[in-house]
């Protein structure tokens, strides 16, 4: 069993005041497994965050998006994510709502390259579909 009220900021709501998810402050919307690490990947929708989860310690592990554990150092990051899964060579796909509030929006897939050693991630640009 894990609670995400003794592991995350229940301060941190992305999500403006009046919004459809106001108190809905995590929205998880999916969950994967990393059988190489024996993490969980769970999409945090209203935290425009990817967590992962340690299964022995039950602690997070990483933190990927925005105010997360890694830096950006080319692209944009995701917002209102869904279906995120991580490869066992780092590359990090997120069906990307890419959702403001109150702002038209596109939706896409996007993939991050991702670096643990320097704690980096990369959007890569030229590996993504756009849907209207």
């Known amino acids: 069993r894990w609670d995400p009220f003794d592991h995350l900021d229940t301060s941190r709501f992305v999500a403006g005041p009046g919004q459809i998810s106001e ?3 995590t929205h998880s919307n999916s969950v994967d497994y990393l059988e190489d690490t024996d993490e969980l990947i ?10 992962a989860i340690d299964r ?4 997070i ?3 990927f998006g925005e105010d997360g554990d890694y830096t950006l150092t080319e692209g944009t990051w995701f917002k209102g994510q869904h279906h ?3 490869e066992p060579n780092g590359v990090l796909t997120v069906f990307d709502n890419h959702y403001e509030y109150n ?3 596109t939706s896409r897939v996007v993939q991050y390259q991702t670096d643990d050693t320097t704690m ?3 959007h890569n640009v030229n590996n993504h579909i756009n849907n209207a």
């Not at 769970?42 to 965050?49: A, E, P, T």
């Not at 022995?56 to 602690?59: K, Q």
């Open 56 to 59: 022995s310690s039950g602690e």
């Open 42 to 51: 769970v999409s945090l929708r209203n935290q425009n965050q990817v967590i």
């Open 103 to 105: 702002v038209e929006t």
């Open 61 to 63: 592990s990483r933190i």
């Open 84 to 86: 995120a899964t991580l």
């Open 23 to 25: 108190g809905d402050w």
């Open 120 to 122: 980096t991630m990369k």
